[in-house]
């Protein structure tokens, strides 16, 4: 397995408690079968759009995907624990990593909300590709810049700035030139 997607086990994992195919998976969530193959085993760095699908389709969370054992009680994240990294890109066919996502409640059970800090990177992409999936996002920006395409607006984001959205309209997150940190909090709908 890559170390560029972590996360690919899981998918698997996951799918085969299920007891569903790849190619099942693929005809309900409307995606293909390679790619659904390719994120499992780790060759791409996974966009968050199939990944949600894939977790409607198999009936758990976005956050499942990344949880390890789960705590009824509530999740204490320090600042000082070691953080396991999440690697999205929203190119296709990627190899390396537009976005690092931190989890802030990795072995929490039964949550409706998925907290991370997230690194975003510059992309060489100039045609950015929208995504769309069911639920709300809030995001707080830490460090830097961001861009926001949210439908047809764009919205730039400082420092201390946020911005709270349906996640069912086409958006894009990402940085210009430098280095950004935000705070995000993705709710689905389960």
């Known amino acids: 397995m890559s170390d560029k997607n972590k996360i690919g086990a899981k998918v698997k994992l996951v799918r085969e408690n299920r007891k569903l195919s790849v190619e099942e998976v693929a005809e309900r ?8 193959s390719s994120i499992e ?14 977790a409607r389709v198999l009936g758990v969370r976005l956050g499942t995907f990344m949880d390890d054992d789960e705590n009824l009680g509530p999740v204490v994240t320090r600042a000082t624990d070691k953080k396991e990294v999440t690697r999205f890109s929203d190119r296709g066919n990627a190899v390396s990593s537009d976005l690092d996502f931190y989890t802030l409640a990795q072995n929490k059970a039964g949550r409706h909300m998925d907290p ?8 060489s992409q100039e045609e950015v590709k929208l995504s769309t999936h069911e639920g709300e996002e809030f995001i707080y ?8 395409i949210y439908g047809k607006e764009t919205y730039e984001l400082k420092k201390g700035d946020s ?13 210009h ?11 689905t709908p389960a």
């Open 29 to 36: 969530s409307g995606l293909n079968a390679a790619q659904i």
């Open 41 to 54: 085993d780790g060759s791409l760095v996974p966009n968050l759009t199939p990944l949600i699908k894939i």
């Open 116 to 123: 991370f800090i997230i690194d975003i990177f510059p992309t």
């Open 141 to 148: 920006v830490l460090e830097g810049e961001v861009e926001i």
């Open 163 to 175: 911005i709270y959205y349906e996640s069912i309209v086409a958006h894009h997150v990402h940085s």
């Open 177 to 187: 030139n430098t280095n950004a940190k935000i705070l995000a909090v993705v709710y």
